[in-house]
């Protein structure tokens, strides 16, 4: 059988519950073993200093300023990943054109694009924006191009049979079998450029979450350290959650499997199997119908 949603909540609360518990303990006791958890912050630190910085102005601007950076680079991200990927893709001559550039670029960290932004943007704002756009524009690709060509060419036939060009394959067939796929790409890609936008914020930022971050560290303030650690945490958190809660509305229509383990089905044996007449084999193979009812029935709930 499988938990109750409700179970299920209250086992997450449970464990984040044990693990900030644990860092209360260790660092309230100063061990020092292998690691020095004397040198960290207690828990009621971060939550003083939590309360602290959500009673000023600064938080909000840093908070809205990473937000404004991320979606925006985030979002062009996702189109120019969707088309290029499609394209590269669908076309021979594309690939060839664009395939050895893109290769060649994308093994380089977007964090280490840092000093080709600040030349190229005559802004730090637009640099950011360039950096993130970077960041989760491979991910996007290469997910959207492997999706495509794993597209199964009957469906395209078919399409083509009954007259329809290439808008209608693209429309049809194309971009809707290739969506779980896209929104793979997209989920890798938010949580990279959660990565890189920090990054670039504490090199070349004026505010943001990681500028914030950044300074804190430089005066040794290291409950606001961590303040600002957990901030990202939960946007990345949020934001992660958020594209695979659209990723699984936009495919609603593709069989859904959980992942909890549901109770064995019997398997008859053999040679019982060979004397029983028809009306029993009818009898048998309803429970064995309801057991898999139920387990479409079954929704993955661990995004919420």
């Known amino acids: 059988m499988t938990r109750q949603p409700l179970a299920r909540y209250a086992l997450r609360t449970a464990s984040l519950a044990a693990f900030l518990g644990l860092w209360q303990l260790l660092t309230s006791l100063n061990v020092d073993?292998?690691?020095?958890?004397?040198?960290?912050p207690t828990v009621t630190d971060v939550a003083r200093a939590f309360a602290g910085r959500l009673s000023g102005s600064d938080y909000w601007t840093d908070l809205t300023d990473s937000l404004t950076r991320i979606l925006t680079g985030f979002a062009l991200a996702a189109v120019l990943g969707v088309a290029t990927g499609v394209l590269v893709a669908r076309s021979r001559l594309a690939e060839d054109l664009l395939g050895p550039v893109l290769e060649v670029i994308r093994p380089i960290p977007a964090i280490a694009l840092v000093p080709v932004a600040i030349l190229l943007f005559p802004s730090n704002e637009q640099g950011i924006v360039f950096i993130t756009c970077t960041a989760a524009f491979f991910p996007v690709l290469v997910s959207t191009r492997h999706s495509v060509r794993?597209?199964?060419?009957?469906?395209?036939?078919?399409?083509?049979?009954?007259?329809?060009?290439?808008?209608?394959?693209?429309?049809?067939?194309?971009?809707?079998?290739a969506l779980p796929g896209i929104f793979g790409g997209l989920s890798v890609g938010i949580g990279v450029s959660w990565i890189c936008v920090i990054s670039a914020e504490?090199?070349?930022?004026?505010?943001?979450?990681?500028?914030?971050?950044?300074?804190?560290?430089?005066?040794?303030?290291?409950?606001?350290?961590?303040?600002?650690?957990?901030?990202?945490g939960v946007l990345g958190w949020v934001t992660s959650t958020a594209v695979e809660l659209i990723g699984r509305r936009l495919t609603h229509w593709l069989?859904?499997?959980?992942?909890?383990?549901?109770?064995?089905?019997?398997?008859?044996?053999?040679?019982?199997?060979?004397?029983?007449?028809?009306?029993?084999?009818e009898q048998q193979a309803q429970p064995e119908q309801q057991g898999h009812e139920h387990t479409e029935e079954a929704r993955d709930e661990h995004l919420v």
Do not use: C, K
């Open 255 to 281: 069989p859904r499997t959980s992942y909890v383990p549901v109770g064995r089905t019997r398997v008859p044996r053999p040679a019982a199997a060979s004397v029983h007449t028809g009306g029993d084999s």
């Open 150 to 177: 794993a597209l199964t060419p009957v469906w395209e036939e078919a399409v083509r049979t009954m007259g329809g060009g290439r808008l209608r394959i693209l429309g049809s067939v194309v971009l809707p079998g």
């Open 202 to 232: 504490m090199i070349s930022g004026q505010y943001g979450v990681g500028y914030r971050t950044w300074q804190d560290y430089t005066v040794v303030n290291y409950p606001g350290v961590f303040v600002g650690m957990v901030t990202i």
């Open 33 to 40: 073993l292998w690691l020095r958890f004397s040198q960290f």
